[in-house]
């Protein structure tokens, strides 16, 4: 690579994670990176380096929600669901959340953990964020009810064919990153530092599109073709914080959380591929090429719900899964952060297990997210394909208080602290 400007470890360090003292960039500010960074080297030659190195972007500390919610999707996940040690209290899931808090905070800013096996491994962070949950079960039993949020499983959903090993677990930590070896570090270092305390019942990977693969900004494509996740709250929307951060007063220890779902959704992909390209974007209600609504031409075209063609037809149909993930009341929205997931399976005729980790985060999943779920399971062409196999819902605590851990002002309180438990 003779005349190509190169980043070598001390380059990545002054420009980076260290450089930045931890408080890094994140997708949006790219450039802020650049800007920081010494001009590369002049290049005798072809070059593709044009700065430093997506690995060494961080993601800022977000003040009072944790990150990974609203961070721009990474293009890996890994959903690591952890059920706490039989008799584990109060006290054990406090110890435990300090070291995985240390983790991710370390981590995600390009400096090994503490007793770091490979710290090699943490030096380009590649966007790492760590976003932590609790449980139904964890809420009812190890926090006190004067600072608990409010947290109902799921109603059952008729369509539903939930199997057990992705069900409901005490613990989940979204991991994301966009780079899948740093990635793979990360859990490991989480999963070794909750062992005393928590055994894993399942983790779930997820991927959308690698970074560089399509301009920024791009909207994902699921694994049945679609662009998938156009209508979206965004943080330039007005009603984006009463969407997905729970308004409560400063005082609320669960101030600045939210609540998560996850849903383990298997594509019936052999199927799918059977069904033209017409019969295919009418299911969705929007076309496969640009992801335009059926009555539109760009993607972020309105849809027309009330277009008919030439037989009086309407054009998307009602049935179809935009118009029955619609709502008319603008309150039943929520925040979709979905990745694809396919894993070998010889016991299927196709090989593999292919579908969507649809997780969605919303201040309020009784009110934002249930009604929209009932109405997919009551009526949506897209079942045809798609069956739910996983379900978990997660109170999602505010970040760490400064020096703190996730889940700090929940668990310890200034009546009582961990002690007790
Ligand atoms: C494998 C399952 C699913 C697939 C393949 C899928 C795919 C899609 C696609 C392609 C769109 C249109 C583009 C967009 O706006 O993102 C869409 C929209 C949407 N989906 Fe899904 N989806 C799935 C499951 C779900 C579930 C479980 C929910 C919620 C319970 C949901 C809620 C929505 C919402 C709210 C929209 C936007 C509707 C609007 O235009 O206002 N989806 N989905």
Same mark, same amino acid.
């Given at each position: 690579? +003779?005349?190509?400007?190169?980043?070598?470890?001390?380059?990545?360090?002054?420009?980076g994670?260290?450089a930045?003292?931890g408080?890094?960039?994140?997708?949006?500010?790219?450039?802020?990176?650049?800007?920081?960074?010494?001009?590369?080297?002049?290049a005798?030659?072809p070059?593709?380096?044009?700065?430093?190195?997506?690995?060494?972007?961080?993601?800022?500390?977000?003040g009072r929600?944790?990150?990974? %919610?609203?961070? *721009?999707?990474?293009a890996?996940?890994?959903l690591?669901?952890? @059920? $706490?040690?039989?008799?584990?209290?109060?006290?054990?899931?406090? &110890?435990?959340?300090?070291?995985?808090? @240390?983790?991710?905070?370390?981590l995600?800013a390009g400096?090994?953990?503490?007793?770091?096996?490979?710290?090699? $491994? +943490?030096?380009?962070?590649?966007?790492?964020t760590?976003t932590f949950?609790f449980?139904?079960?964890?809420?009812?039993?190890?926090?006190?009810a004067?600072?608990?949020p409010?947290?109902?499983?799921l109603?059952?959903f008729?369509r539903?064919?939930?199997?057990?090993?992705?069900s409901?677990?005490d613990?989940?930590?979204? %991991?994301c990153?966009?780079?899948?070896v740093? $990635?793979?570090?990360?859990?490991?270092?989480?999963?070794?530092?909750? &062992?005393p305390?928590?055994e894993?019942?399942? %983790?779930?990977?997820?991927?959308?599109?690698?970074?560089?693969?399509?301009?920024?900004g791009?909207?994902?494509?699921n694994?049945?073709?679609?662009?998938d996740g156009?209508v979206?709250? *965004?943080?330039?929307?007005?009603?984006?914080a009463?969407?997905?951060w729970?308004?409560?007063?400063?005082?609320?220890?669960?101030?600045?959380? *939210?609540?998560?779902?996850?849903?383990r959704?298997?594509m019936?992909l052999?199927?799918?591929?059977?069904?033209?390209?017409?019969?295919?974007?009418?299911? %969705?209600?929007?076309?496969?090429?640009?992801?335009?609504p059926?009555?539109?031409?760009?993607?972020?075209?309105?849809?027309?719900?009330s277009a008919?063609d030439?037989l009086?037809?309407p054009?998307i149909?009602?049935?179809?899964?935009?118009a029955?993930?619609?709502?008319?009341?603008?309150?039943?929205?929520?925040? &979709?952060? +979905?990745?694809?997931?396919?894993?070998p399976?010889?016991?299927?005729s196709?090989?593999?297990?292919?579908?969507l980790?649809?997780?969605?985060?919303?201040?309020?999943?009784?009110?934002?997210?249930?009604?929209v779920?009932?109405?997919?399971?009551?009526?949506?062409r897209?079942?045809?394909?798609?069956?739910?196999?996983?379900?978990?819902v997660?109170a999602?605590?505010?970040?760490?208080?400064a020096?703190?851990?996730?889940?700090?002002? $929940?668990?310890?309180?200034?009546? @009582?602290?961990?002690?007790?438990?």
């Open positions: 690579m +003779a005349g190509g400007p190169r980043w070598d470890r001390r380059n990545l360090l002054r420009t994670a260290a930045l003292g408080a890094g960039v994140g997708w949006s500010a790219a450039t802020a990176v650049a800007a920081t960074a010494p001009a590369p080297p002049a005798s030659g070059t593709t380096v044009v700065g430093p190195p997506a690995g060494a972007q961080t993601v800022p500390a977000l929600h944790q990150t990974g %919610i609203a961070t *721009t999707p990474q890996h996940l890994a690591v669901g952890w @059920d $706490l040690k039989p008799g584990a209290g109060r006290r054990d899931l406090a &110890r435990m959340m300090r070291l995985l808090s @240390d983790d991710a905070a370390r995600g400096r090994p953990a503490l007793a770091d096996t490979e710290p090699d $491994l +943490a030096l380009h962070p590649a966007r790492l760590v949950g449980g139904p079960q964890v809420l009812r039993t190890l926090v006190p004067q600072r608990r409010v947290l109902e499983e109603p059952a008729s539903d064919e939930l199997e057990e090993q992705w409901q677990t613990v989940v930590a979204q %991991i990153c966009d780079d899948p740093t $990635l793979a570090h990360a859990r490991r270092m989480l999963l070794k530092d909750a &062992r305390f928590a894993v019942r399942w %983790i779930q990977h997820g991927f959308r599109t690698a970074r560089g693969t399509v301009p920024e791009t909207t994902s494509r694994l049945m073709g679609q662009v156009t979206n709250p *965004t943080e330039a929307d007005p009603d984006f009463p969407l997905v729970t308004q409560t007063s400063d005082t609320d220890p669960f101030a600045g959380g *939210t609540f998560l779902v996850v849903r959704i298997r019936q052999d199927r799918w591929d059977r069904v033209d390209r017409a019969g295919r974007e009418g299911v %969705i209600g929007r076309r496969l090429d640009t992801g335009a059926l009555t539109g031409t760009d993607e972020f075209d309105a849809p027309d719900f008919t030439h009086g037809l054009v149909d009602p049935a179809s899964h935009v029955r993930a619609r709502s008319s009341d603008p309150t039943q929205r929520f925040l &979709r952060r +979905a990745y694809n997931y396919t894993e399976d010889p016991r299927r196709t090989g593999e297990d292919s579908g980790l649809f997780l969605a985060y919303a201040a309020d999943l009784a009110r934002q997210f249930v009604p779920q009932q109405r997919l399971d009551e009526l949506d897209l079942n045809a394909w798609v069956t739910t196999v996983g379900s978990a997660y999602v605590p505010p970040a760490a208080p020096g703190g851990y996730v889940g700090q002002t $929940l668990l310890e309180g200034a009546d @009582d602290g961990v002690a007790d438990s």
